[in-house]
């Protein structure tokens, strides 16, 4: 079956520019999560959806970064005014949360770079 | 809150050695814990998981973790390495959510590269 896809796979904006990243989780999971892999700071969680509760924004750095997730299905994540410490690869997961089903399956992820 | 420990930042082996990657973990609350690969240009994958039970796990090619609570650590450890187990290593953990259902939020660690040498 078909697994997370992320779009772009590469992105390369300007200085102040706003972006925006899609994810595509595997079909029936009710979970989606966000993740930054960067050189200085590792894996970092962004933020979590599960169904039609409230998002978990926790890992969001600050009011630049948003996220929707539409029809409980596709996310995109917004950075608004990009900035070169954005400059990063941006990791979605999504999972099935039913019991014993923790397993977490990620995309390939979204390189941006911000010049 | 949680925080992860990968105490090598880089592991060079031969192959056909055994190796031990170590990683050990910090929370105040009961946790979940997870070995991630990830290959040379490849997304994420889950090596394996300690939810319960037994706490020698195994991964279908020859990784095994011990969740040892006293210690609080997750050490990874092959017997003996292929060059296709070039990668990066992550240890990762989640807490319990209420109700039994796991919240699922990964805290990372900082990764091991794992270089096995001919």
């Known amino acids: 079956g078909a697994g997370v896809s992320q779009s772009p796979s590469n992105k390369v904006t300007e200085k102040g520019k706003d972006v925006e990243l899609r994810c595509d989780p595997i079909s029936g999971h009710t979970a989606l999560y966000w993740y930054r892999q960067s050189l200085g700071q590792g894996l970092e969680f962004l933020i979590y959806f599960q169904g039609n509760s409230a998002p978990d924004k926790s890992g969001l750095p600050s009011d630049r970064f948003s996220a929707e997730r539409t029809g409980g299905s596709v996310s995109t994540l917004t950075i608004q005014r990009t900035q070169q410490e954005d400059s990063a690869v941006y990791l979605c997961a999504s999972s099935s949360t039913g019991t014993w089903t923790y397993e977490q399956y990620f995309g390939p992820g979204t390189r941006l770079t911000v010049t | 809150a949680q925080s992860v420990t990968q105490l090598d930042s880089q592991v060079p082996v031969f192959e056909e050695a055994p190796v031990e990657l170590r990683c050990n973990y910090s929370?105040?609350?009961?946790?979940?814990l997870f070995w991630y690969v990830q290959y040379p240009n490849q997304g994420l994958q889950l090596l394996l998981k300690y939810l319960s039970g037994s706490t020698l796990v195994e991964s279908i090619n020859g990784f095994e973790a011990e969740f040892n609570k006293s210690q609080t650590s997750f050490h990874l450890r092959k017997p003996s390495v292929h060059i296709s187990d070039t990668a990066e290593y992550f240890c990762a953990v989640s807490d319990h959510g209420a109700g039994g259902t796991s919240y699922g939020k990964l805290t990372f660690g900082q990764g091991t590269i794992l270089t096995v040498h001919p």
């Open positions: 929370s105040s609350v009961s946790v979940y």
